[in-house]
């Protein structure tokens, strides 16, 4: 039997992993459970699931509310504690570059990561993948156009020349991201309900672009070998192209249930809650390349990651910021990739970095772009 820790149980990815689990039934048994402030919702899964650990890790919320049935543990101490415990698949939904510290326990501890937490992978993936490597742990991705690839590659990575990202394009997609758009028209997503944050990065194309970054990590590869391609429909989740030229695409419906489940039973194939692929009733799959004009963010993340070193940590934690503020109505669509550029300028990338320069640049990106986005509210 497999036991399992969610970390970041209470949101979009840590939800339908819980209906996954319900699902595949008694070989999995979840272990420990984590929320940033939903104690409510939280409560609620400890009564279902039985865990034997919690974390909250926002301190205040730990202490406003009684946790009945489970033993509480707090802060960013508590997600590596439950990353270090009796769990042998560790999910970690987090929102953010907090991730970092109980991925590199679990992965140290050998176990398998399954990982959505893209911010992780983009500002620390060089530090997460040599730790996989040195330590023995083992990295399946969730995010799906990743898992689509990883399916892919089964049929021979090394003869992989191209990897072909796919994109619905977002709420935007004709228009351009503008400035009298609002934070409730960009939380509506045409295809994926999703938490905030990746929901606002789907608007900007900043998550295609945080995609890129995670895929050359994911699969060592180069950015230039990785190509993004918008597809509305959202069937096709992203596609390999081979030395001889053949493509490989994995394709159904857009449901995250699906890779969630590949993650957890890689590299075995169960029946699924997602209702099978009927393309008779598609008709129609559509492609055309992203405009690069309307979504910039899109050629600052191919900037970071050709740069490299601490540069993706500082575009991912702008970002951050800059999402936040937007939702708060404090900058408007388009002030987030100018501020986010400006931010890139100003900074001096290190190279081949230490977990405490990722962190220092992450912090000093912060200190900057709040400032940028105080500055446009004088
Ligand atoms: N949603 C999707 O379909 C999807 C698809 C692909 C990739 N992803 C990636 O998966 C990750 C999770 O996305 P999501 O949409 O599930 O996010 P979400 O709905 O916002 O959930 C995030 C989870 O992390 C917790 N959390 C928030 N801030 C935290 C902090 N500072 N420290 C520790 N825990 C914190 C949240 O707790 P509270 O409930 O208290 O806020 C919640 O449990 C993101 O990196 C996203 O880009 C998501």
């Not at 689990?21 to 039985?50: C, F, M, P, W």
């Not at 033993?71 to 560790?90: F, M, P, Q, S």
């Not at 028209?185 to 789907?202: F, Q, R, Y």
Request: net charge neutral; charged share 25%; glycine share 6%.
């Amino acid at each position: 039997m497999h036991k399992v820790a969610i970390l970041g149980s209470t949101g979009s990815i840590g939800t339908l992993t819980l209906e996954v689990l319900s699902h595949l039934g008694q070989d999995y048994k979840v272990v420990a459970l984590s929320t940033h402030r939903n104690v409510k919702l939280l409560q609620k899964q400890i009564e279902e699931y039985s865990p034997e650990v919690v974390c909250i890790t926002d301190e205040p919320s730990a202490r406003s509310l009684h946790i009945r049935g489970a033993k509480l543990l707090t802060g960013r101490e508590g997600l590596v504690e439950i990353a270090k415990g009796e769990a042998d698949i560790v999910v970690n939904a987090l929102v953010g570059a907090e991730g970092i510290y109980p991925t590199l326990s679990a992965l140290q501890g050998k176990k398998r990561v399954c990982i959505a937490n893209k911010e992780t992978l983009v500002s620390f993936g060089e530090i997460v993948m040599n730790t996989a490597r040195k330590y023995g742990g083992e990295i399946v991705p969730i995010d799906s156009e990743h898992s689509a690839i990883h399916q892919c590659m089964w049929m021979g990575r090394d003869e992989v020349v191209e990897i072909i990202l796919t994109a619905s394009g977002g709420p935007f997609r004709v228009s351009g991201i503008k400035k009298y758009i609002t934070p409730e028209e960009t939380l509506a997503h045409p295809v994926w309900k999703m938490g905030k944050k990746v929901t606002v990065d789907s608007a900007t194309l900043m998550n295609k672009g945080l995609e890129v970054i995670e895929a050359v990590r994911l699969f060592s590869v180069p950015p230039e070998s990785i190509s993004v391609l918008i597809h509305p429909q959202s069937i096709i989740h992203s596609l390999v192209r081979f030395r001889d030229g053949a493509i490989l695409a994995q394709l159904s419906l857009p449901d995250m249930r699906l890779p969630i489940q590949y993650a957890l039973t890689y590299p075995k194939r169960t029946p699924s809650l997602v209702k099978p692929l009927d393309l008779a009733k598609v008709h129609l799959l559509e492609f055309e390349p992203p405009d690069k004009e309307k979504f910039p963010c899109l050629s600052l993340a191919y900037k970071a990651v050709s740069i490299a070193g601490t540069m993706p940590a500082v575009l991912s934690a702008s970002d951050e910021v800059c999402v936040r503020s937007f939702l708060k109505r404090k900058i408007t669509l388009p002030d987030i990739p100018e501020i986010i550029q400006k931010v890139m300028n100003k900074h001096r990338a290190i190279e081949n970095p230490v977990l405490q320069e990722i962190e220092e640049a992450d912090k000093w990106a912060r200190r900057e772009t709040s400032e940028l986005v105080r500055l446009l509210n004088l």
